[in-house]
Structure formats: C-alpha cells, structure tokens
C-alpha cells in the first residue's frame, strides 16, 4: 500500500518574501533549529545559515509551510514540488512548493557550553606550559 503524501497549503507571501530577503543578504539567515526531525546533522538549538542558493537533491533546505520554516533535507524533486524530510525521521517526508523554498543550509554552529570553553582553554593552556618547561 502507498503512502498519500498531501500537497502542501500555501505559505503566507509576505513571510516567505522577507525570508527570501534576508537569505539573499551577504550574511544570509540565520535560525535556530527548534525540533529534532534533523537528528544528528542539526541538533535543537543549533544555529544555521540559510543563502538564497538553488538547491540540489540532498541539500538541507529551508522551506516556509503553513505554520513555521521547516529545516529538512531535499531528498527528490517532483514537477515543481520537492520531497523532503528529516534525517531522523523518514516519517515526517512531506512535499514543498518550489516557491516555498527560503534557502540552503550553508553552515551549522552551535554555541559551545561553559564545559567545552573551559576544556579548549584548559588544553591551550597545558599547551603553553608544556612549551615553557622544555
């Protein structure tokens, strides 16, 4: 038995049109993933990129729906219709409007924690030591 994958309901122009304007922008958009659909490739509360880039099969991509951006992976273009889902879950594949594409992922930063700041600086440090006692 096939899966019946709904057509997407429009996305509310205004709010696509001004994500489009700042992706296209020289530092692009940043945003804040907010789900775990991405699993390992982009964790929740991961910054990401987004440039107002043609996107190709297998490229993270923003897409605007009905209620929020949605962060997930391009797995295959249909017509004028791509096929996306998330890394961690095949379950939430679901069709986007070509016009409903915001960008592509460019980048993924995480902000680090207190832990991993004091170990970078604890290694630079035992670093220098090691070089002034030789």
Known sequence: ?????????????QTVASLKRKAATRGGLRAVCAGDSMGSTVTFGQSVVVKSLTPQVGDVVLFAS????????????????FLHAGDGSVSSASLARERDVIGVAIGFYR?????????AVKRVAAGILNRIAS
């Open 1 to 13: 038995m096939q899966r019946q994958i709904p057509l997407p309901a429009p996305a509310p122009i």
């Open 66 to 81: 009905n209620q929020e951006p949605i962060l997930h992976r391009l797995v295959a273009r249909v017509g004028t219709y």
């Open 111 to 119: 902000k680090p924690t207190l832990r991993q700041r004091y170990l």
